[in-house]
């Protein structure tokens, strides 16, 4: 009997897991009206350490011509590395980290100061973007992935998930990421990769103070890992009440593990 009611938990676990992104594939998403207009532009990449598609990266923003991006696993690509990239996004700053592949950067078409957790590991830095509507706070987030306890690696595939699963680090990170949040006093925008899934409780703590960009005007699962298999939703954009999401989607395979995730926001919050 023990066995059998530990083969059906394993198998509800698995289903959940296997089935979580796909409650979004009836997001309708609720588009804003044809007349708002976008305040600011964002991508979110995780680039992937290993990656070198660079000319294919360089190619899709020129193309899409943000105004702001954010980079994680940044391994000495910074703006200078993505050719071309200098001429609409002449702003950057690369974190500065002992921890190889898990830098991060951002590159901006406009000023930025007050920079905080670009000169340390930091799981998330901060940069004060002098947007044409006014400053606004912008968050790049890289945590740590969770570990399987059964081997001692971290998690690399769906597989992983069904056994040993341990986000205790991760979970850490993001209480350190609100703790800093309630103090901030200007419009906010968060995003990177969280390494989490929607089913978890940290979702929902930042859920309680901030809107998921993806889940409010996307559509579809909006699944972002693994590229080669994308089930999983661990890419995000967040913002606060400052802002009213316009459109959100996945961008295009570009030779890393993860998909960027591109958003257009209005300034002044939803009317």
Known sequence: MAIAA???????LAIAIYLAP???VMRLGARASADASADLHLITFNFDGSNREHQRVAAW?????????????TYAI???????TRQFL???VEQQT?????????????PFSDLEGYDQDSPYSRAVVDLPTGTVAIYTVSLENPVNDRTGQYVTSPLDLLYGYNSGLRDRQIRLLIDRLETETLPTIVA??????E???????????????YAAVGRGTGATWRADLPLLRIDYVWADESWCPLTAQVGPELGSDHFPVEVTLAAEGCR
Not at 78 to 84: D, E, L, N, W
Not at 98 to 110: P, Q
Not at 192 to 197: I, Y
Not at 199 to 213: K, N
């Open 98 to 110: 002992r921890a190889g592949y898990r830098g991060m950067s951002l590159l901006s078409r406009y």
């Open 6 to 12: 530990a083969a059906v938990a394993l198998l509800t």
């Open 199 to 213: 089913i978890e409780a940290p979702y929902h703590w930042l859920r309680a103070r901030l809107t998921d960009v």
């Open 192 to 197: 990177g990769d969280f390494n989490m899934m």
């Open 78 to 84: 910074a703006g200078a590395q993505i050719p071309g």
């Open 22 to 24: 796909l409650s979004g």
């Open 90 to 92: 002449p702003y950057w």
């Open 61 to 73: 923003l020129r193309e899409r011509a943000p105004d702001v991006v954010l980079i994680q696993e």
